[in-house]
């Protein structure tokens, strides 16, 4: 079935650096991908919603400089964490929805960050 | 008030036998369901997903069932291993783009 691969899955980072996650699409093209932050215990919430081609859609609250999204293909879309903080340390994750539009969401296996 | 309940907080099974986790959700307008694995110091793993368009998703020894009339849906681990030890999530969103919310998780112990 189709597959979305995120790496690194683990990445510990010295505060102040900047770290990047990619998440690719490995048998389908994604028009669109989706990036979460779980925090403990909580729900896995939305950051922003990358489309190929052009700006990804922030949610509230979430700040773009901060965390910054490119999706310069339609198979791989990065998540930059600029000049990261300990704050920031949590488990990102991806998804991606195929071209062809089946109403399916797929997921990669997450990332987690660790900002010492 | 829980959106997403797993009711059994631990469960243990032999191994080579099948292993279920429950999970049931509130909402109804939840149409994405996703399960994780949670190994101790670790971060959470993500399993198998299913949409509601589906009633069944299968990937290797890992199942998972959908029953949108009852708000349930359960993951089914056959044979289940000593390494499938671990706190399993389930999370449900609505509308891909959303948010997911999580249960509190089952400890599932497979006994050698």
């Known amino acids: 079935g189709a597959v979305v691969s995120q790496h690194p899955s683990w990445v510990i980072c010295k505060s102040g650096t900047s770290v990047k996650i990619e998440c690719r699409s490995l048998d389908f093209q994604a028009t669109t991908m989706f990036w979460y932050r779980q925090f403990p215990k909580q729900s896995l919430m939305l950051m922003a919603t990358s489309n190929e081609g052009s700006k990804a859609t922030y949610e509230q609250g979430v700040e773009k400089d901060k965390f910054l999204i490119n999706h310069a293909s339609l198979t791989l879309s990065t998540l930059t964490v600029t000049s990261a903080h300990p704050e920031d340390s949590s488990f990102y994750i991806c998804s991606a929805v195929g071209r062809a539009n089946t109403g399916e969401l797929f997921f990669g296996e997450g990332s987690r960050l660790t900002v010492l | 008030d829980q959106q997403v309940k797993q009711n059994s907080p631990s469960l243990s099974v032999q191994e080579g036998r099948i292993s279920i986790l429950n999970c049931d959700y509130t909402n109804s307008m939840f149409d994405y369901f996703l399960w994780y694995k949670k190994y101790p110091a670790e971060g959470p793993t993500f399993l198998i997903s299913?949409?509601?368009?589906?009633d069944k998703n299968e990937d290797g020894r890992f199942t998972v069932f959908l029953n949108k009339s009852a708000k349930h849906l359960s993951l089914h681990i056959v044979p289940s291993q000593p390494g499938d030890s671990a706190v399993y999530f389930c999370a449900a969103g609505r509308n891909y783009g959303q948010n997911f919310v999580f249960g509190p998780g089952t400890r599932l112990s497979v006994l050698p």
């Open positions: 299913i949409s509601s368009i589906k």
